[in-house]
């Protein structure tokens, strides 16, 4: 099998980076010939509808972060780090009949803006340096770097800067056009994710079923994973003893028992999912009904996060320890 980029892929990359962008940008000079509101860059204007809303809460969670350390997770842990999806699906339904609720009644725009009505500025500038810091930083330039990094992996591994440079150009412009730009772009980005998820899992378990000559379809090859790896589909990890294996302290470490599930998640969950702007404002300029309908449906499709990016990674430890 040929791991490395062909014509037809780069032709693929460039026409949808052109499609994408271009509509970014035409978005954008549409906006600088009317006076510029920061509502209409915010909330699409209240265009969004609850497919989009929901599509792009998914596509601006699920990336390369997923896809690529999740599946690890999966490959050393298993199925139990699904927990911080299946249980992000109850925190948006959370969000969805208490948070934005508040939101919409209040005409919030940004999260910052809720401090500042409910506390002081102070609290909403520490929240807005706090939040830009930890994107800029934190969440943006390691969905970069990780998305570089597995691109030059299938194009030859010599163009990382390069194309670390091009996927920052390609988020300048479609940032230009604001959310409505963003969710709408989302919409393909998530149908391409979880196509890809899908077929990548099928392939990942039709390998395993051949190799270990159970059969040729996907159904076998998951009760192989079972068989041979019944311990990565364990929800929660044991607690380790004075004698435990160090490999078995790891993942205690990683993902610490039943507290995790009645502690640590929520916490996560509901700060992502509820408090964070660049999630939120996918729903805020809908009115109450879109938004809520928006929010449950991408809570449905968080659901399939784990067929998506543990299954592949557990079917890589099976493969891997079979040699």
């Given at each position: 099998?040929?791991?490395?980029?062909?014509?037809?892929?780069?032709?693929?990359?460039?026409?949808?980076?052109?499609?994408?962008?271009?509509?970014?940008?035409?978005?954008?000079?549409?906006?600088?010939?009317?006076?510029?509101?920061?509502?209409?860059?915010?909330?699409?204007?209240?265009?969004?509808?609850?497919?989009?809303?929901?599509?792009?809460?998914?596509?601006?969670?699920?990336?390369?972060?997923?896809?690529?350390?999740?599946?690890?997770?999966?490959?050393?842990l298993?199925?139990?780090?699904?927990?911080?999806?299946?249980?992000?699906?109850?925190?948006?339904?959370?969000?969805?009949?208490?948070?934005?609720?508040?939101?919409?009644?209040?005409?919030?725009?940004?999260?910052?803006?809720?401090?500042?009505?409910?506390y002081?500025?102070?609290?909403?500038?520490?929240?807005?340096?706090?939040?830009?810091?930890?994107?800029?930083?934190?969440?943006?330039?390691?969905?970069?770097?990780?998305?570089?990094?597995?691109?030059?992996?299938?194009?030859?591994?010599?163009?990382?800067?390069?194309?670390?440079?091009?996927?920052?150009?390609?988020?300048?412009?479609?940032?230009?056009?604001?959310?409505?730009v963003?969710?709408?772009?989302?919409?393909?980005?998530?149908?391409?994710?979880?196509?890809?998820?899908?077929?990548?899992?099928?392939?990942?378990?039709?390998?395993?079923?051949?190799?270990?000559?159970?059969?040729?379809?996907?159904?076998?090859?998951?009760?192989?994973?079972?068989?041979?790896?019944?311990?990565?589909?364990?929800?929660?990890?044991?607690?380790?003893?004075?004698?435990?294996?160090?490999?078995?302290?790891?993942?205690?470490?990683?993902?610490?028992?039943?507290?995790?599930?009645?502690?640590?998640?929520?916490?996560?969950?509901?700060?992502y999912?509820?408090?964070n702007?660049?999630?939120?404002?996918?729903?805020?300029?809908?009115?109450?009904?879109?938004?809520?309908?928006?929010?449950?449906?991408?809570?449905?499709?968080?659901?399939?996060?784990?067929?998506?990016?543990?299954?592949?990674?557990?079917?890589?430890f099976?493969?891997?320890?079979?040699?």
């Open positions: 099998m040929n791991s490395n980029l062909a014509f037809t892929d780069y032709v693929v990359f460039i026409v949808y980076f052109i499609i994408v962008a271009g509509y970014g940008y035409s978005i954008y000079q549409k906006r600088k010939k009317n006076e510029h509101d920061a509502k209409a860059f915010f909330l699409a204007e209240g265009t969004l509808t609850w497919w989009a809303i929901g599509a792009s809460l998914i596509a601006s969670n699920i990336s390369a972060e997923q896809f690529i350390g999740m599946s690890g997770e999966g490959f050393f298993g199925i139990a780090v699904a927990a911080y999806e299946w249980l992000a699906a109850i925190a948006l339904i959370i969000v969805a009949v208490w948070f934005i609720p508040v939101y919409i009644k209040n005409k919030i725009y940004t999260m910052p803006q809720f401090l500042k009505d409910r002081n500025d102070s609290v909403a500038l520490i929240m807005a340096i706090f939040w830009l810091f930890l994107y800029v930083f934190v969440n943006l330039t390691s969905i970069l770097y990780l998305g570089a990094v597995a691109i030059n992996g299938i194009a030859g591994g010599h163009y990382l800067h390069i194309i670390m440079v091009g996927l920052a150009v390609f988020a300048l412009f479609i940032s230009l056009g604001g959310m409505k963003v969710a709408y772009t989302d919409v393909i980005q998530v149908a391409v994710l979880i196509f890809g998820g899908l077929v990548t899992s099928y392939i990942a378990l039709s390998v395993v079923s051949e190799k270990f000559g159970v059969g040729s379809g996907a159904i076998a090859g998951f009760k192989e994973l079972i068989h041979q790896a019944p311990e990565h589909f364990k929800m929660i990890i044991p607690r380790p003893s004075a004698t435990s294996a160090q490999n078995d302290i790891d993942k205690y470490i990683t993902f610490p028992g039943l507290l995790s599930y009645l502690a640590g998640i929520w916490i996560i969950n509901l700060n999912w509820g408090c702007q660049y999630i939120t404002q996918r729903a805020l300029g809908a009115d109450l009904q879109t938004a809520r309908t928006g929010i449950l449906f991408a809570g449905l499709l968080k659901l399939m996060m784990p067929l998506i990016v543990m299954l592949p990674g557990i079917a890589a099976v493969l891997y320890k079979g040699g």
